[in-house]
């Protein structure tokens, strides 16, 4: 008779993780929207998981500030709230400027190897025209940025409030002009950079990242049902 190996049971943090990730891409996909509520047993379900992982996403995600929990009636993904993710790009305003200034202050070919991969993809290769692929690389120039100034507790910072800020900036890259927009802005961010005038690339850089804001703003919850109807892709 053939014995077979038990299958390997999946750890506990693992299926956690994993529904975590899951749940988070529907939400930021607007899959889930704002509003949306649910139950535990529903994503259990759906996910093919015990409720006890389900939970355990569902508390992360409720810490991160992405859903709501309703006692007796399940949970909520949370309503946008405007006023926070304003405060999230004004904190985002305040670590890139300083950033910029202390890429500026550093010697020419120090500052150009920081930064080579970025001059090459927003000045020199063809562009895309893809929303959702140049809302990652948007993200990317600004963590680069930031990081290539050389403070590990700036770029903790200001990673995680990338990541909150993730599911309404990818808004920002629904229409063609914002994508050309945000070449060109990016390409004069760096050039300013690169001739040390910090008075000019935080000024080049606050009014790039005041168009992102003003975008959150004018979004609404018909903009956000558009966008669950048609995925940005």
């Known amino acids: 008779m053939t014995m077979h190996s038990p299958t390997p049971k999946v750890r506990p ?10 749940l988070k891409e529907e939400i930021f996909a607007f ?3 704002p509003g949306d509520r649910f139950s535990e047993s529903e994503i259990a379900g759906r996910m093919a998981v015990s409720r006890t992982p389900v939970r355990q996403a569902l508390f992360r995600l409720e810490r991160e500030g992405f859903v709501e ?3 007796r009636s399940g949970w909520q993904i949370r309503n946008f709230d405007f006023a926070w993710f304003e405060s999230l790009y ?9 950033a910029v200034k202390r890429l500026c202050a550093l010697p020419a070919a120090q500052c150009s190897a920081l930064l080579t ?3 090459r993809f927003w ?4 562009r895309l025209t893809a929303g959702l692929t140049v809302s990652q690389h948007d993200e ?9 100034a050389g403070n ?4 903790r910072i200001h990673a995680e409030l990338t990541e909150k800020i993730r599911i309404i900036r990818r808004l920002d890259f629904t229409s063609d002009d914002r994508i050309t927009a945000t070449y060109q802005e990016h390409e004069q961010i760096l050039q300013a950079i690169f001739q040390q005038q910090t008075e000019e690339a935080q000024r080049i850089l606050t009014d790039h990242i005041a168009v992102s804001k003003a975008e959150v703003r004018k979004i609404t919850l018909h903009r956000l049902q558009q966008a669950r109807l048609q995925p940005i892709e």
């Open 117 to 119: 991969g970025l001059t």
């Open 123 to 126: 000045c020199q290769d063809e």
């Open 140 to 148: 990317a120039f600004h963590m680069t940025l930031v990081a290539a």
């Open 152 to 155: 590990p507790e700036m770029a």
């Open 90 to 98: 004004d904190l985002r305003t305040v670590l890139e400027c300083e």
């Open 69 to 71: 929990v309703w006692f």
């Open 13 to 22: 943090e693992a299926l956690a993780e994993r529904v975590y990730q899951a």
């Open 31 to 33: 899959r889930l929207m």
